[in-house]
């Protein structure tokens, strides 16, 4: 509690005094420990179950290995990075547009009787306000379908979609318009930033010993999170953050097009990381009962057919089992394209 003589009101607005101090008054403590580097929330998405035979891996939890040919091969580079969770399972939902519903809100239904808000929506209403967005929702054909319990993960509130953005055009304008500045440019936002920084700490510092107890360390955690952003500014932000080309209109109907258009949502989804413009992203490969024909790998079938395998034949199951490592390629793209962008401090 603040001493006699300062009201929450007055300390309130004290915290106000720049704009970037504000969200770190909601950031939860274990956002705010640690490295110092910011926490980051992304989800991958890819449909209609696996081959589990052919996933899970071998060896022990301090030596996991990945087969020749399994679904995770391709990971094996990441292998050391990775916790592989097996054993988890809805309580009370079916699979197809129930699973893709509940997946992320834990719920039991379409309609869930909790909360309903899927995980990313509830880290984004935790950390959101530190960026200019929120969360970014990214998809690649998730709307052939329509808006509805099939085709959507993502979840504001029970039964409440967000929509993900299939269009690498309109999330290239919506997300980096504008950001396109000079050097000078550059250099005098930073300075102002920094400027802005300064005061806010000088101010707070003159807060801070006027409290005890609780609210004054939550008060040295604020000045903490500023000096971390003065950090970051100090450094080279052009390292990490540089704008992508501007992306060419494409025709999202195209099935065949659906590796294209995943590599250049992945691409925006990893500069507006890099770029600090979210901290919570999420990626949607199609939908459940995915129409997608997988062309590129050699099949006329859709995704979906090919998941309804014959188990009892090896050469029906490996049709499928070549489709699952395909976006297991993908995911270990996305990782690696997300190590290759250093924070501004320099590291990866």
Not at 156 to 168: A, C, I, Q
Not at 271 to 285: E, G, M, P, S
Request: glycine residues 8%; proline residues 5%; contains cysteine.
């Amino acid at each position: 509690m603040p001493k006699p003589g300062i009201s929450r009101r007055a300390f309130a607005r004290t915290l106000g005094l720049a704009a970037l101090t504000a969200p770190f008054a909601r950031v939860p403590k274990a956002f705010a420990e640690g490295s110092g580097f910011a926490k980051r929330l992304v989800i991958f998405f890819s449909p209609n179950g696996t081959v589990h035979e052919y996933w899970r891996p071998s060896g022990t939890r301090r030596d996991v290995q990945f087969a020749p040919g399994s679904i995770l091969e391709p990971l094996s580079d990441w292998k050391d990075e990775l916790v592989i969770c097996s054993g988890i399972d809805f309580k009370g939902v079916s699979n197809h547009s129930d699973g893709m519903a509940n997946m992320l809100t834990g719920g039991r239904g379409v309609m869930s009787s909790t909360d309903g808000r899927s995980v990313d929506q509830y880290i984004a209403d935790e950390i959101g306000d530190a960026t200019p967005f929120r969360a970014l929702n990214l998809g690649v054909h998730t709307s052939a379908w329509g808006q509805g319990d099939q085709t959507r993960m993502n979840y504001s509130s029970g039964g409440e979609y967000v929509t993900p953005n299939d269009d690498p055009v309109s999330v290239y304008g919506n997300v980096f318009a504008g950001l396109n500045l000079s050097p000078g440019e550059v250099d005098r936002t930073l300075q102002r930033r920094r400027s802005i920084l300064d005061n806010a700490v000088a101010e707070l510092g003159e807060l801070e010993r006027r409290l005890t107890g609780t609210e004054r360390e939550k008060l040295q955690q604020h000045i903490t999170s500023i000096r971390t952003v003065e950090r970051r500014l100090q450094g080279s932000p052009t390292v990490a953050c540089s704008l992508p080309e501007p992306v060419d209109r494409i025709d999202l109907t195209d099935h065949s097009l659906f590796p294209l258009v995943g590599d250049i949502q992945t691409d925006l989804m990893v500069n507006a990381l890099a770029c600090d413009l979210t901290r919570v992203a999420t990626i949607q490969w199609s939908h459940t009962v995915s129409p997608v024909r997988f062309e590129w790998i050699g099949e006329s079938s859709n995704h979906h057919e090919l998941s309804h395998f014959d188990h009892s034949s090896e050469t029906s199951k490996q049709r499928y089992v070549a489709a699952e490592r395909w976006f297991s390629e993908q995911f270990a793209a996305l990782l690696t394209k997300l190590a290759n962008r250093p924070e501004p401090d320099g590291e990866g």
